[in-house]
């Protein structure tokens, strides 16, 4: 088995993760922005979008799924560890925010909380796997030798 240093292995985790979590966010929101969230909640949302706040969530959100979900996965050797982990943390992320919005907005509808939770877990998910998965085929790393 080649080794490498686990250095590289996380601008490589990144990458994918990044790569894999944005095409699927931007399929989704494609479609379910008019199907989905403009009829539940379009009064609340803006007229555009605040590409700076989007960006900063997309830059933490990817360095907290390498750190929370990939990185474990890396060190185990196990990727599929990483979509679970990745789908939790997913979880936990849309959860904070659909739940608070639920908690303090009037008129956030259950079924868009309830959607948004499946969405957060899978999308996390998938994307945390796919790294773990790529960047262990491409750099993997042992403690031993």
């Known amino acids: ?8 292995q996380w601008p490589l985790a990144y990458a994918v993760t990044a790569l894999v979590f944005l095409a699927m966010d931007a ?3 494609s479609t379910a922005t008019a199907t989905l969230y403009r009829p539940a909640i379009g009064h609340l949302m803006a007229p555009t979008v605040d590409w700076t706040a989007a ?3 997309y830059v ?16 185990s050797g196990r990727p599929l560890a990483a979509l679970g ?3 939790l943390l997913g979880l936990m992320a849309y959860g904070a925010y659909d739940f ?12 868009l909380t309830l959607i948004d939770l499946a969405w957060g877990g899978t999308v996390s998910g998938v994307s945390s796997g796919a790294a773990a998965a ?5 750099l993997p ?5």
């Open 100 to 111: 608070t919005n639920q908690a303090t907005l009037q008129g956030w509808p259950w079924s």
């Open 85 to 87: 982990r990745g789908a």
């Open 55 to 57: 960006t900063l969530f």
């Open 1 to 8: 088995m080649t080794t490498t240093s686990p250095r590289w």
């Open 60 to 75: 933490f959100y990817f360095a907290g799924l390498v750190y929370f979900a990939v990185q474990p996965a890396l060190a």
């Open 27 to 29: 399929l989704w929101l």
């Open 141 to 145: 790393w042992s403690r031993e030798g």
């Open 134 to 138: 790529v960047t262990l085929k491409f």
